[in-house]
């Protein structure tokens, strides 16, 4: 069976998760995004079955008990309980039961049974570049804003320490007034672990308070403080080279991340379906453009894992096609038989890691926040 991701792995560094709340909006956005990640990765696999004229027996999305179901044709087109996944069945996939028709799936050459299973991971990076895409043309480019507003605080820093907070406006430093961000940060960066008296407008209110810099990797005064991020509008041309970009980045940076992992001797920071549909429901509600580009990111993820060579995998079944038409040498059942096997072990290993891992994050108490300093605060 060709299966396709059953979404366990978020290969991405995954953030502290929220509680679901306001229920409806959270389960329409997690049927939503799985629907859409999963029904493309399948119709991929089913598209290039079709214009194989590789028959197909089934058409499933979810796995479990169907719920739904109609067979046009030769396929059983089917919604099942566990919406976690799903698959293609071609006619003719296990090496058992072929009978040498010329419609079956192993009666097709190797190279066509490649294009059959990078089928799926395509569709997956087609719709996150769509979506990454769609997004910047409608939202704009993120860029850092010039004026003095506080768009992140670092942890660990004088800032957050000190009470500052997202939306602050920096009014002076030292009694010397800026007006943008850059005249903001030069004063500040020639203050190395040393006091800086910092002005700073929250609404209506004007705050006053001292914290001392800390020295930064390039030998300058930090305070822990990113800039406002604003997003202005760009182009058809722009966005498409854009939304292409965040496809690679996202791969290359998964890549990189897990290389480091397995480097270090480190345990991955990954997320399970329990993490993924946290994560999901958060960005439901902090806007549709998130939401959207969300679903790209964990679309890339998908499209990744499934290309790793894992048995049972899309990945894992690439191997075995390359490998068929390297050394001339067909695949036999007992060949599939122990692939598959280990296959569903390590999977399965990976799920319950992956379970295990949303589970322990999500029961981690929350890092309290830092106290302020004695006499931050001169109002």
Known sequence: MIISTAIVLFAFQASPF???????????????????????????HFLVCKLSKI????????????????????????????????YVKPAGEN?????????????????VRLGVVFAG????????????????????????SNDPVI?????????????????DRILSVDGTAVNNWQQMADLIHKKINAPVALEYQR???????????KKGPRGQGLIGVSPDIVYKYIGTVKA??????????WTAYTITTLASNIKRR?????????????????????????????????SVAVGFFNLLPIPLLDGGHAVLYIFEGLSSKKLTPTVMKWVNSAGIALLMSILLFATYSDIMRMRAPKAAPETPAAGAKDK
């Open 151 to 167: 768009g992140e605080t670092v942890q660990g820093y004088p800032a957050q320490g000190a009470g500052l907070k997202t939306g």
């Open 55 to 86: 028959r197909v027996e089934a058409f499933s999305f979810g796995f479990g008990p169907e719920l739904i179901g109609r067979t046009r044709g030769d396929t059983r087109y089917s919604l099942r309980a566990i919406p976690l996944g799903g």
């Open 266 to 298: 480190e345990k991955p920071d990954i997320a399970g379906p329990v993490g993924i549909v946290n994560i999901v429901s958060k960005a439901a509600h902090t806007g549709m453009a998130d939401l959207v580009f969300l679903v790209a990111l964990i």
């Open 18 to 44: 929220s509680a679901l709340k306001h229920g409806g909006i959270s389960i329409a956005a997690v049927l939503f995004t799985f629907g859409l990640v999963i029904f493309l990765h399948e119709f991929g």
């Open 95 to 111: 090496l058992d039961n072929v009978t040498g028709a010329q419609d079956e799936y192993f009666s097709k050459p190797w190279y």
């Open 121 to 144: 991971p395509f569709m997956n990076y087609l719709l996150a570049f769509v979506l990454f895409t769609g997004v910047i043309l409608t939202v704009g480019e993120p860029v850092p």
């Open 203 to 213: 609404a209506a209110e004007k705050v006053k308070i001292t914290l001392t810099t």
């Open 240 to 249: 498409v080279k854009m939304g292409a970009n965040q496809c690679y980045f």
